[in-house]
């Protein structure tokens, strides 16, 4: 199995930073990227930034010049560097890995995500 571990939100007044975490383990031959996701009380989950196993990075609009996605490939593990927080930012961070297995086989796992809370 595969198991993904976040950490890192919290409570933070508007303009601040913080910084996420996502660490997976288990059974992984690679992992071939980490995504992040929020999910805003009422709305749907969206988004926010992803990595590749080779360092390509794609940003949500919303989060783009903000946000900064990094990996550290030898510990499995994603970072989200949030600066200059909004209100707006809020939600609930999930973490999405896909990892490869046994077999040559993908799949796609999720952690149990961290709450950001942005103060006005």
């Known amino acids: 199995q595969v198991q993904l571990v976040e950490s890192g939100g919290g409570l933070m007044q508007a303009g601040g930073s913080l910084r996420l975490s996502c660490a997976a383990s288990?059974?992984?031959?690679?992992?071939?990227?980490m995504t992040w996701y929020r999910q805003a009380p009422g709305k749907q989950r969206e988004l926010v930034a992803s990595?590749?196993?080779?360092?390509?990075?794609n940003y949500a609009d919303a989060v783009k010049g903000r946000f900064t996605i990094s990996s550290d490939n030898a510990k499995n593990t994603v970072y989200l560097q949030m600066n200059s927080l909004k209100p707006e930012d809020t939600a609930v961070y999930y973490c999405?890995?896909?990892?490869?297995?046994?077999?040559?086989?993908?799949?796609?796992?999720w952690g149990q995500g961290t709450r950001v809370t942005v103060s006005s």
């Open positions: 999405k890995s896909n990892v490869r297995r046994a077999l040559g086989y993908n799949y796609d796992y």
């Open positions: 288990g059974s992984i031959s690679r992992v071939n990227a």
């Open positions: 990595i590749t196993n080779g360092g390509s990075t």
